[in-house]
């Protein structure tokens, strides 16, 4: 993924935190499941999200320490790579319905 597309989902990421599962964008779920961890930028791209779904959830920016982020991008990349295999398969096993930011009953 080049550059200018890495700053377009760092974008939507930051504007849309409120994203469903089944409106993923298909070059981050293959992104995600092409290597065996988190690159640099869909760690920023999943904190990125994950702190936006925390304003939307809290109704307010809030600042959780590093290691809530860290396990938060984590799960978060394993929901984009499990969702990756669902699209492959076209099956819906991982809840579409979902945010995809949320990391609620991820652990």
């Excluded at 640099?40 to 809030?62: M, P, Q, S, T, V």
Aim: charged content about 30%; proline content about 7%; overall charge negative.
């Amino acid at each position: 993924m080049d550059s200018a597309m890495e700053e377009h989902f760092l974008k939507l990421a930051t504007e849309n935190p409120g994203m469903m599962c089944s409106e993923a964008p298909a070059e981050i779920l293959e992104a995600s499941a092409a290597d065996a961890e988190p690159t640099k930028f869909l760690e920023d791209f999943f904190a990125a999200g994950y702190n936006g779904w925390l304003a939307l959830k809290f109704g307010r920016r809030i600042h959780p320490p590093q290691d809530r982020i860290d396990r938060a991008i984590i799960v978060l990349w394993l929901r984009a790579c499990l969702l990756n295999t669902d699209r492959i398969l076209e099956r819906n096993e991982v809840g579409p319905d979902q945010p995809f930011f949320s990391d609620d009953d991820l652990y």
